[in-house]
């Protein structure tokens, strides 16, 4: 049974940092690429950040980008979101999500790409 167990959420003042991890199991996490994405309640998820399977390559939704750093940790099967300079407008619950990829060095950006996610963990961000 595959899961994917997100921690590091809470509560931080605007200017803040906070640290998402993302414990998986259940598969061989080196052969899926990972992503976090965020949403807010009556929106949709939307894309925050992507990673290939080796880590090499990494994508970022635009308002993100020079704040969030996704990175990947294949021996300990985790993957991580350091968020920094948080905003207001990055409030949302965070998801993290497996996706299998057949290439190495490939990314995906649509949440169809993702089989596997986890329960999401709140981000909250006060002005």
């Known amino acids: 049974q595959v899961q994917l167990v997100e921690s590091g959420g809470g509560l931080v003042q605007a200017g803040g940092s906070l640290r998402l991890s993302c414990a998986a199991s259940g598969l061989t996490f080196s052969t899926y690429g990972m992503g976090w994405f965020r949403q807010d309640p009556g929106k949709e998820r939307e894309f925050v950040a992507a990673?290939?399977?080796?880590?090499?390559?990494?994508e970022y939704q635009d308002s993100v980008k020079g704040r969030f750093t996704i990175s990947r940790d294949n021996a300990k099967k985790t993957v991580y979101l350091q968020m920094n300079n948080l905003k207001p407008d990055d409030t949302a619950v965070y998801y993290c999500?497996?996706?299998?990829?057949?290439?190495?060095?490939?990314?995906?950006?649509?949440?169809?790409?993702?089989?596997?996610w986890g329960q999401g963990a709140q981000v909250t961000v006060s002005s």
């Open positions: 990673i290939s399977r080796s880590g090499s390559t990494t």
């Open positions: 999500a497996a996706g299998y990829l057949a290439i190495m060095t490939m990314v995906r950006r649509g949440p169809r790409d993702y089989q596997f």
